[in-house]
C-alpha cells in the first residue's frame, strides 16, 4: 500500500523558503508511469496546483508558481521535494504531496501540512 507523508516547517517568515518533503512508502517514485505533485489550499483560492516530477525526474510547473519553485526527487531516500522562494503571507495553505497515475487521476493524497508564513 502506497503512503505519501508531507514533512517540513510549520511556520515561515515572509521572504525567505519554504521548503516540504515528501516521503513515499510502500512503492517506488521512479514507477511508469507515475507523477508526484505538490498541490496547495487554503480558503481564499481553494486547491492550486504547483507542479509535478515524473517518474523519470521531468518536471512542470504551473505557471502561477513557475518563477519560485522548484521540486526535486531524491531516489535514494524514495522521496521528493518542493522549495518555494520569497514567501508572502498569501502562500499561508494546507500544502499536499499527490501521486497522479497512469490515467492522470490523482488518486493519492498525503494527509497535508499546514504552512503558515508569518513575521
Known amino acids: 500500500q502506497v503512503q505519501l507523508q508531507e514533512s517540513g516547517p510549520g511556520l515561515v517568515k515572509p521572504s525567505q523558503t519554504l521548503s516540504l518533503t515528501c516521503a513515499v512508502s510502500g512503492g517506488s517514485i521512479t514507477a511508469r508511469f507515475y507523477a508526484w505533485s505538490w498541490i496547495r489550499q487554503s480558503p481564499g483560492r481553494g486547491l492550486e496546483w504547483m507542479g509535478v516530477i515524473t517518474f523519470d525526474g521531468s518536471t512542470f510547473y504551473s505557471p502561477s508558481f513557475k518563477s519560485r519553485t522548484s521540486i526535486s526527487r531524491d531516489t535514494s531516500k524514495n522521496q521528493f521535494s518542493l522549495q ?4 508572502t503571507p498569501e502562500d499561508t495553505a ?3 504531496c ?3 497515475s497512469r ?3 490523482y488518486d493519492l493524497w498525503g494527509q497535508g501540512t499546514q504552512v503558515t508564513v508569518s513575521s
Open 84 to 87: 518555494l522562494n520569497s514567501v
Open 103 to 105: 490515467d492522470s487521476l
Open 98 to 100: 499527490v501521486r497522479e
Open 94 to 96: 494546507v500544502y499536499y
